[in-house]
């Protein structure tokens, strides 16, 4: 990675799962596992980056033609989880992340990982991967799923408050809720197209849309240089 003037103190707040972890596979596994025991057909790979979105009771609402009650979408969840962590066994880090973190890192720059997935399962998964030295902060979401990350995004960055600023802060994420968390405190985004959406629900978010991880790092040196 070359040399930017003015990124020194650039912050990049990563997302994980279809991220930096390549999991999609799984969690169409996952998906399908939970759509068998609940009656609904499987659902492809297109079809799933076309129709998800968070919360991801609404991602259910597309698909059921309703709003799931509170205790259809705690089956589902726990279906979902249930089988994705079957599935996740196999899953390895997305091309080059591990790489992209180290220079990241070596470049005297900050970087810090925030996820929707249960922080009690995320910590221990991450530092499996043995990534989690690359990280002033990791952090998933506590308390109840199905939420967006927007309010997560702001105490994470409140957190993080002597280390970067959010005019100087890129998230990188696979999620149009990456960007809308970003611009949620004034950060920039980045979005994936190897996770959950395809890239045509991507671009309209209105934020650059890449579809490696690489590349992602470089247009986030540019957004802050």
Not at 14 to 31: K, Q
Not at 151 to 176: F, K, N, S
Not at 197 to 206: Q, T, Y
Request: one cysteine or more.
């Amino acid at each position: 990675m070359g040399k930017h003037r003015g990124t020194h103190d650039a912050h990049l707040v990563w997302d994980w799962n279809g991220t930096l972890l390549d999991d999609i596979t799984a969690v169409i596994g996952a998906t399908n596992a939970a759509f068998a025991e609940i009656g609904l057909a499987p659902i492809t790979l297109e079809r799933y980056r076309e129709m998800y979105c968070v919360p991801v009771p609404r991602f259910y609402e597309r698909l059921l033609g309703r709003l799931p009650t509170d205790e259809e979408w705690d089956s589902m969840d726990g279906i979902f989880h249930r089988y994705y962590s079957e599935h996740r066994i196999g899953c390895g880090l997305t091309q080059g992340a591990e790489e992209l973190l180290g220079e990241w890192r070596r470049a005297g720059r900050s970087q810090s990982l925030l996820s929707m997935f249960g922080h009690d399962e995320l910590i221990p998964i991450v530092r499996g991967y043995g990534i989690e030295e690359h990280f002033l902060r990791v952090e998933g979401r506590r308390g109840r799923s199905g939420g967006s990350k927007a309010i997560h995004m702001a105490a994470h960055l409140a957190a993080l408050a002597d280390a970067t600023a959010p005019e100087r802060t890129v998230v990188i994420g696979d999620a149009a809720d990456d960007a809308i968390a970003a611009a949620h405190v004034g950060a920039r985004a980045v979005l994936y197209t190897g996770g959950s959406h395809s890239r045509a629900s991507l671009e309209s978010v209105g934020v650059p849309v890449v579809d490696s991880l690489e590349e992602a790092v470089e247009v986030a040196i540019d957004l802050v240089a």
